[in-house]
Structures are given as structure tokens and as C-alpha cells.
């Protein structure tokens, strides 16, 4: 994964090409944000290159562009899960917010 300005890319290597190729995964309105290079120095460039025109396109057309990430995320548990999630944060002392982070950022670290 690559990062610029809060955007996020995801990368492959194209074997039969030999090129590297890179996709932004957060860029909102305009899903598709792709770039390629035949080494790491020009991927990132173009990446850059590619982050600054969707910014740019999305200025040009009057659109918002998607913010990298805020930070919120919404869940929808159902009631079932959402009891159990409640009951886990209560006995591990925390709120329902630190406890849904706390076994994120564990399973994130563990992936």
C-alpha cells in the first residue's frame, strides 16, 4: 500500500507487462484512480500525479472530493450482537466506542 495526502493505494505487479500497477481505493466520486510504472521511484511519482489531478478534476467539476479517512465509521450489529458487544465492553471496563477499537486495531495488527 502506498500513501499521499491521505489517499490510499493498493499496488500489483503485472508479470506479463512488467509493470507496476496502483490503484487509489479512497478517491469517492471518482472510483476509478489508476496509475503504473515499470519501477517503485515512477510509481510513487505517478501516484502523486494521480492523487493532485483527481483533486483537481473534482475542483474543475465543482465536486467534493472524498476526505481521506475521518475517522468515523458507522456499524449496523443488529440487536443480538449489539448486546453481546455491550456486555464484552462493560466487563472490559470500556465504552462500546474503545472496545470496538481495541479488538480492531488487535486484528488489524495481527493480519
Known amino acids: 500500500m502506498m500513501e499521499y495526502k491521505g489517499y490510499i493505494a493498493t499496488v500489483e505487479y ?3 507487462v512488467g509493470l507496476l500497477h496502483g490503484q487509489v481505493v479512497n478517491a ?3 472510483p476509478i484512480v489508476m496509475f503504473e510504472a515499470a519501477d517503485v521511484e515512477g510509481l510513487e511519482r505517478e501516484f502523486r500525479i494521480s492523487v493532485e489531478e483527481y483533486l483537481t478534476s473534482c475542483e474543475e467539476d465543482g465536486v467534493e472530493p472524498r476526505k ?3 475517522g ?3 456499524l449496523r450489529l443488529g440487536p ?3 448486546q453481546r458487544v455491550a456486555v464484552s465492553a462493560i466487563q472490559s471496563g470500556m465504552s462500546i466506542n474503545e472496545w470496538i477499537k481495541h479488538v480492531l486495531e488487535d486484528r ?3 493480519a
Open 108 to 110: 488489524v495488527q495481527s
Open 72 to 74: 468515523k465509521l458507522t
Open 28 to 30: 469517492g466520486p471518482y
Open 80 to 82: 443480538a450482537l449489539h
Open 14 to 16: 503485472d508479470d506479463s
Open 68 to 70: 481521506p479517512f475521518s
